[in-house]
């Protein structure tokens, strides 16, 4: 009976121990957006307005430059996804862009993300999403549509998302 006892406990520590793993936080940044309802760090600023929007099962953080002249501006996005497989939310996220009627082309790509162009007004802007799966739960960072940043902008901050 002892060694039975002693059995399911240990078993029970190590499933205990396994589950407080799978939910550790993503970390490549500086910055934890855990208190907003996201566990992810990442480099940002210190002189950031950072907001949280709830909309159905949709968790969404804005952190934006406070300076007027500040072009900073990230969307941090929990979403809902059917599949733990990386590669295929990427793909996903890659055909949604694609659907914009203003694409015009992918610049850039790597494993987790990818740059793209979009020509609303005769103007290049340039834009980014980088998916992180953690379990279940996907996470899309990723610039704000109706921003206007350059090239050297947009790859600023995918590289520094990707740190």
Known sequence: MKINFCLILIASLGLLQNCSN?????????????????????NIPKDVDINRRI?????????????????????VQNLPSESEDLAWNKYLQIEDVRNNVY???????NENGFIYELVPRDKPTYHFRYVIVQGSQLYVISTALGSELTMEQTKELFDAVGQ
Not at 55 to 75: C, H, P, Y
Not at 103 to 109: C, K, L
């Open 22 to 42: 799978a939910k550790a936080p993503h970390k490549k940044g500086s910055t934890s957006l855990l208190s907003y309802g996201i566990p992810l760090y990442v």
């Open 103 to 109: 694409f015009t082309r992918i610049i850039e790509e």
């Open 55 to 75: 909309v159905g099962n949709i968790t969404e953080v804005t952190v934006k430059g406070k300076d007027e002249k500040s072009w900073f501006e990230l969307i």
